[in-house]
């Protein structure tokens, strides 16, 4: 018979706010899926694009650039205050996380917003080609991303003005920033290949 | 020793065993490819179950010189196997590149456009009265080259007759093709592949190869119109016909029927099947299918016809005069 | 019976009474909601992992009276048991219960119940969420059966090839249908995935590193971390299509730029990693099976391990070779062989190792080592006629024929069914406290594997005769009688086999002899707590020192310092489980149920009527709100 060893764990903390929390590996493992199903519309996208002899069809022209173009840098500045709303968590300073919240939410809805124009930018009704299909689909998804992000800030930030806030509202806040820099990090390429790849590739 | 095998379950079964009684190059080079994998497939089964067995009853140690005893086994078998299946692919992609040869400009080319449920076949021509339409039915001269250009409206369905060759796929949208050369005159069933909806069970075809000759006279056949009614009884069938709604969807060529959706009849009596191949073209199953057809192959687009007796007998045998 | 089990000396804590208080106090943080409308509330992952189990088998059960009913049409020729259109519902519906209802969602149940066990953890991270994965499969068999008793099922097959599942050629609400337990399928799959991988990556027991994992545990993280990948491509697929349907867009019309194609390849990228998907973790139950029966660590752990790593690799590789007939370029067509033929290598590595393992070993003859046995014997046929249909040539004679219609059976059933039967009669005992009968459970084994192959061998010949798949009669005069007969015959036998399972089970827990902890003296972790385990798992979480803890205890032990009182999960480091933190789990709630209702019934009434599912997105922001304000009640 073994000595049985007895591992003593009662000096670990109770609750971290980084990569070592399983919040956290369950935010980017949705990441992970939400990314795969980007990869794989794009994917239909070429193949579509590949078996097309004009892309766009002719009679509906390239998308314009504008409304994308300038919601594109609303996205890339609202990563600021994404990234003051990671840092105020990890500082667990509740005044800022309040206050980052709200802006995300601010920035958010105003992307959503100009959102509208980008989808008339394309020039097409979803159900009149299969080129209108797949660039409404790739918007489409990534903006409902956009409201699920939307719709937990709204969560996190109505909670937190009602209630006293705990170490895990900060790792909330936290993966609220996160997830917004997925947002911004997928619409890059989402951008080249909606509005300027049937315009210059 | 193959051929043993082969006729021993020929002589079980009794009958033809189809996708080897190869009547074609193509089907040949598939047959001894499959032959081959066939064999070393059963090999290493064998060998996985009599090592397996072995090991069961064998009485032995977990000693470390074992353990790497073990451990060569296991990669030399590893190994084996990689070699096999490398053999395989190297025969698989050879006999690939030999049955997929291209056509070449002496090829017959036909083209066949599937519909739910039947198989529409056309022999084109430059010259528009020498074009042939008919159904259900592929004729072909032994030892030429036959290229089959595919294509559908409808669904996706697959032409497939194993005496001659592998399957392919007809898809709406794109343009495929099958290619052959019988090597042997007869008859041989074709059918579809692919799930294409009620009738995909019963929508068959027949090929029949024969010697160039009677290859041409039976061209030269099909491309007449219509045999006009020598008798009364006849033509009354033809009135049956042309004032019923058949002439909505079938097209009799000399006639006042030119309905598309449904086979072409203009030289039915020549055909030894109909319904797809799924009926002999006898004159009670003939009746039978004007009459009901839904009671044979249910849910198929053609609908019943209630006629009287008299009507229904003149218009069989106007039919079975479109020779 | 199984050899008395031996069960090594227990740790002594300090003083006994000290260990009772702990397992009361236990016993009180991790309680359940009592009542039938506590069944609601439920989220212990043993609780959620039996609910697949069962509602799995239950769908076994029916897609197998649609396989009895294909057989019965099928056993003569002209048969008019069955109208064509019935038929094709019927092989829809089969085809569909049985991959997305059956294999699928019993893996998920399994790996759900023994992963935490087997890994030294109370409870998978994200409890609640666990339980909307449940609820959401549910909604989905409910539906899909909804409209099958009303006549009005889907009819294109379970892979409902375009046009022919499009509105032009199938209207009405089945397909519609479909499509939407796809996305209930899907779902539950991914919520199960993403616990498990965090389970398995954080929750292991204190030293517990990567390569002390057991077998079955890598089998079924590699085949989660494979549902993440697979499962988008249906979500593209399936919401194509639902949007071809209902919305008027234009992927798969070929007038419109789309193409028919496209469906294919949507589907089948996610269809046959889903075929791995179900496999793997059959394989992680042989391991666990073999080794509990000869009393060896498998042999060749690493490879193993590579081989599992290289099969799911691969497996994503393959899907063309669906797609041989339909005319693609031939250099694609090789490349797709030669990787459908690569993947029989990671998978004779695996057999050759389990064969090294039991060489000489004199095995336990108990009946999971039975199934394992009808494993092998099955599963390599049905891995080698792959082989044969790898090669495009061939392929394209046996192509949707009856050939391969034994051959997937050979896989699936052969290859993951077998092994689940073994796995269930392996752990019924620690699932329920009381041993399966081994005389019933020895007939049940012997009339499953000869029913089997006589249903399926002949399916070989009938591919080879010419007889294509998905028809609902034949023709007399093909020669196609007797083997189509035996194929059914062989189906009744099967339907036996499996009644007497059912006997077996119902018998067993009411009468069945009473398992100890260890009744197998198994290996790993989940035998080192009681029969049935209490809802916390592990009175202490162990700590471990070798890959095969109940055999090899020294420098083992156990975890002291972690406080009973609220729902506590010791997270470790993901590489050499050394402890990291404490993080607390939400307790038993009525959230999930009731989000899977709002977002469920939005997407049923899609169906109907569009705007449903933006109604269901929305009445579901209050009901995420109720959840996170209740996050913390216990």
């Known amino acids: 018979m073994s000595t049985a060893r007895a591992l003593d764990v009662s000096n670990l903390p109770d609750a971290v706010l980084d990569s070592r929390s399983l919040v956290w590996w369950g935010t980017l493992i949705m990441t992970v899926i939400e990314g795969m199903v980007f990869a ?28 994308p173009t300038v919601n594109l840098g609303i996205l890339l500045v609202s990563a600021i205050p994404a990234f003051l709303l990671d840092r105020a968590g990890k500082e667990k300073n509740a005044r800022k996380v309040r206050i980052y919240l709200a802006w995300n939410l601010v920035f958010g809805t105003a992307f959503l917003v100009v959102r509208y124009w980008e989808f008339k930018a394309l020039h097409c009704m979803w159900n009149q080609s299969a080129y209108a299909s797949i660039q409404w689909t790739i918007l489409g998804l990534h903006t409902t991303n956009l409201l699920t992000s939307l719709a937990e800030t709204g969560i996190v930030l109505v909670y937190i003005m009602l209630r006293p806030i705990e170490d895990h509202h900060f790792l909330d806040a936290r993966l609220d920033g996160v997830f917004w820099y997925f947002i911004v990090v997928t619409w890059i390429p989402l951008y080249v290949v909606v509005y300027l790849v049937p315009r210059f590739g | ?64 010189q074992d353990d790497r005893r073990r451990t060569l086994v296991v990669a030399g078998a590893t190994g084996v196997s990689a070699l096999l299946l490398l053999v395989m692919l ?13 056509a070449g400009p002496g090829a017959l080319e036909i083209e066949v456009t599937g519909h739910q449920w039947w198989w529409e076949i056309r022999y084109p021509s430059s010259v528009s009265d020498r074009v042939v339409v008919t159904a259900n039915e592929l004729h072909v001269p032994v030892d030429r080259t036959v290229r089959l250009r595919l294509a559908t409206n ?51 075809l027949l090929l029949i190869v024969q010697p160039p000759a009677d290859f041409e006279a039976w061209l030269d056949q099909q491309r007449q119109p219509s045999v006009e009614p020598a008798e009364t009884a006849l033509e009354h069938g033809r009135d049956v016909f042309l004032h019923g709604p058949c002439a909505t969807c079938h097209t009799i060529r000399g006639t006042a029927a030119f309905g598309h959706k449904a086979p072409d009849l203009t030289h039915l009596a020549s055909r030894s099947t109909i319904a797809a191949a799924s009926l002999p073209n006898t004159i009670g199953h003939l009746a039978g299918w004007v009459v009901d057809a839904q009671r044979i192959k249910p849910g198929n687009r053609m609908p019943p016809n209630l006629l009287s007796a008299p009507d229904l007998l003149d218009l069989v045998a106007y039919l079975r005069s479109l020779r | 019976m199984s050899s008395p089990a031996e069960k090594a000396p227990r740790e002594k804590a300090p003083g006994d009474s000290a260990e009772e208080r702990e397992r009361a106090e236990l016993a009180r943080t ?15 992952h043993k609780t959620i992992g039996k609910r697949y189990i069962i509602t799995a088998f239950v769908f076994f059960l029916v897609g197998g009276l649609e396989a009895a009913a294909m057989r019965l049409q099928l056993a003569r020729p002209e048969s008019r048991f069955l109208n064509p259109d019935i038929y094709a519902q019927v092989f829809t519906m089969h085809g569909t219960t049985m991959m997305f209802f059956f294999a699928v969602p019993v893996m998920l149940g399994i790996g759900l119940y023994l992963v935490p066990l087997m890994v030294g953890t109370r409870n998978v991270p994200f409890p609640r969420l666990n339980a909307v994965g449940y609820w959401f499969y549910l909604m989905g068999g409910v539906l899909l059966y909804g409209t099958f008793v009303m006549n009005r099922g889907p009819d294109a097959g379970w892979f409902a090839y375009v046009p022919l599942s499009g509105n032009a050629y199938s209207a009405g609400h089945g397909m519609d249908a479909w499509v939407q337990i796809i996305n209930f399928t899907e779902v539950s799959a991914l919520i199960v995935a993403a616990s498990l991988i965090v389970t398995v990556f954080k929750q292991r027991a204190p030293g517990m590193s990567l390569n002390r994992i057991p077998l079955f545990v890598w089998a079924i993280l590699i085949t989660m971390i494979m549902v993440i990948f697979a499962m988008p491509a249906v979500i593209f697929a399936a919401g194509s299509l639902n949007s071809d349907r209902s919305l008027g867009t234009h992927f798969f019309n070929p007038a419109e730029g789309g193409d028919a194609l496209l469906w294919q390849h949507a589907f089948w990228f996610f269809g046959h990693p889903e075929v791995y998907i179900i496999f793997l973790p059959a394989l992680g139950m042989v391991s666990s099976i073999i080794s509990a029966s000869t009393r060896r660590p498998i042999f060749g752990y690493t490879a193993m391990v590579l081989a599992l790593v290289a099969t799911a690799f691969l497996g994503f590789g393959l899907w ?36 090294a393992t039991l060489w000489g070993s004199r095995p336990r003859w108990d009946v999971p080592f039975l199934f394992v046995l009808g494993f092998f014997f099955t599963f390599v046929i049905g891995g080698l006629t792959g082989v044969m249909l790898a090669s495009v040539p061939v392929d394209l004679q046996l192509h949707d024929t009856f050939f391969v219609v034994a051959h997937f059976h050979y896989v699936l059933i052969g290859g993951a069914v077998f092994p689940l039967f073994g796995g269930v009669y392996h752990w019924f005992p620690k699932i329920t406290g009381r041993m399966l009968g081994r005389t019933l459970g020895i007939w049940n084994f012997a009339l499953l594997f000869v029913g089997f192959n006589l249903t399926f061998f002949p399916m070989h010949e009938l591919g080879f005769h010419g007889m294509p ?25 099967m339907a036996v086999a499996v009644a007497l399972f059912l006997i077996n089970v119902f018998r067993s827990l009411r009468r069945g002899a009473r398992a100890g902890e260890n009744p197998w003296n198994a290996e790993t972790l989940e035998w080192a707590t009681s029969s049935p385990p209490p809802a916390y798992n592990f009175v202490r979480i162990p700590v471990v020192a070798s890959r095969s803890p109940l055999w090899d205890r020294e420098g083992g032990g156990f975890v002291t310092g972690m406080p009973t009182d609220k729902r506590l999960l010791l997270v470790t480091h993901a590489l050499d489980a050394e402890p990291s933190h404490r993080e607390e789990v939400p307790g038993p709630s ?10 469920g019934l939005g997407l049923i009434g899609s169906i109907f009527w569009l705007w449903w599912a933006v109604i269901g997105a929305f009445v579901s922001i209050p009901v995420a709100f109720l959840w996170y304000w209740t996050e913390e009640e216990p």
């Open chain 3, 30 to 44: 991790w309680r359940k909601r009592s009542g039938k409308l506590g069944l609601l509330f439920s989220v212990d």
């Open chain 3, 320 to 355: 063309v070779h669906h797609m041989f007939a339909t005319g693609l370029p031939q250099m694609g067509e090789a490349f797709f062989t030669a990787a459908s033929m690569m993947i029989a290598i990671p998978t004779g590595v695996q057999i050759f190792c389990w064969i």
């Open chain 3, 590 to 599: 009525v959230n999930p149920f009731l989000i899977s209702l709002t977002m």
């Open chain 3, 469 to 493: 798949r998905r028809v609902y009669t034949y023709s007399p005069d093909r020669g196609w009688n007797g083997l189509n007969l035996a194929a059914s015959l062989g189906a009744a036998l």
């Open chain 2, 90 to 102: 190297t025969a698989s992609v050879i006999t690939g590149r030999a049955v997929a040869t291209p």
């Open chain 1, 40 to 67: 794989i519309s794009v994917g239909g996208y070429f193949y579509l694009r590949n078996l097309a002899s004009a892309w766009p069809p002719p009679s509906v022209g390239p998308p314009d650039l504008t409304a």
């Open chain 2, 154 to 204: 409808d669904v996706i369905h697959s032409l497939w007759i194993p005496n001659i060759n592998g399957k392919k796929d007809l898809i709406p949208g794109r343009a495929t093709s099958l290619t052959f050369r019988p090597r042997r005159i007869g008859t041989f069933g074709g059918r579809c592949a692919e799930f294409c909806g009620y009738q995909h069970a019963k929508m068959g």
């Open chain 2, 1 to 64: 020793m193959k051929r043993i095998f082969v006729a021993a379950v020929f002589a079980a079964n009794g009958c033809a065993y189809e996708a080897l009684d190869r009547a074609s190059p193509e089907a040949s080079a598939i047959t001894n490819l499959h032959w081959l994998i066939f064999w070393i497939c059963v090999a290493v089964w064998v060998l996985v179950l009599a090592f397996l067995a072995v090991g069961l009853v064998r009485r032995g140690s977990t000693a470390a």
